[in-house]
């Protein structure tokens, strides 16, 4: 069974950093492409950032320069770090997983809160 | 890059169908078959509905259907139930070199 299960968010506070994981079962993450997709309160979805299988890496305008994708694949965990954070990055992040490296996101993590306040 | 357009809300009762829209322009819905829709409930991930525009993963009932004219793309949902009350957005790949998918704002579903 494919799961995803994020850790690492909580209150920071603006111009910190933050390192979320996710973890993976069922598949292996360096064979597949994922993403990070966060979502404000009350708000819709926003794409962050994509790492593929082959190591390329992409991210939002909005995050570029302070947001690093990652895998670490002896640990099958996809990682986002974050800096310079501010209060317009308070979201839900969710960790997904791109269906065969395709331009849709068949899994989901539960996702995990970042709430970036002083 | 704005994102995908889609009505705030649409309503229908149990039995009925209703369509939700989603407005893109020539760089992403109107040229890419790459459309997907997801359902979300509050409190809950996203949920895969359809993706590349018509294709149900398996497990969606086929009471969830999708197509797509020009640059805007649709998902009807047919028969509906208490439980298709939730959060819609569709998302499409763009050939923005900035981004990579764009979500729709999301349509919440209430039925009646």
């Known amino acids: 069974e494919v799961q995803l299960v994020e850790s690492g968010g909580g209150l920071v506070q603006p111009g910190g950093s933050l390192r979320l994981s996710c973890v993976a079962s069922?598949?292996?993450?360096?064979?597949?492409?994922m993403s990070w997709v966060r979502q404000s309160p009350g708000k819709g979805l926003e794409w962050v950032s994509v790492i593929y299988s082959d190591g390329s890496t992409y991210y939002a305008d909005s995050v570029k320069g302070r947001f690093t994708i990652s895998r670490d694949n002896s640990k099958n965990t996809l990682y986002l770090q974050m800096h310079s954070l501010s209060t317009e990055d308070t979201a839900v992040y969710y960790c997904?997983?791109?269906?065969?490296?395709?331009?849709?996101?068949?899994?989901w993590g539960q996702g995990i809160l970042v709430t970036v306040s002083s | 890059q704005s994102a995908l357009t889609q009505p705030a809300s649409v309503s229908g009762s149990p039995g009925q169908s209703i369509t939700i829209s989603c407005t893109g322009t020539s760089s992403d819905v109107g040229v890419y078959n790459y459309v997907s829709w997801y359902q979300q409930h509050p409190g809950k991930a996203p949920k895969l509905m359809i993706y590349e525009v018509s294709n149900r993963p398996s497990g969606v009932s086929n009471r969830f259907s999708g197509s797509k004219s020009g640059n805007t793309a649709s998902l009807t949902i047919s028969g509906l139930q208490a439980e298709d009350e939730a959060d819609y957005y569709c998302?499409?790949?763009?050939?923005?070199?900035?981004?990579?998918?764009?979500f729709g704002g999301g349509t919440k579903l209430t039925v009646l």
């Open positions: 069922g598949f292996t993450v360096s064979s597949n492409s």
């Open positions: 998302s499409s790949y763009t050939s923005s070199i900035t981004l990579f998918v764009l």
């Open positions: 997904a997983r791109l269906h065969a490296g395709r331009f849709y996101f068949d899994y």
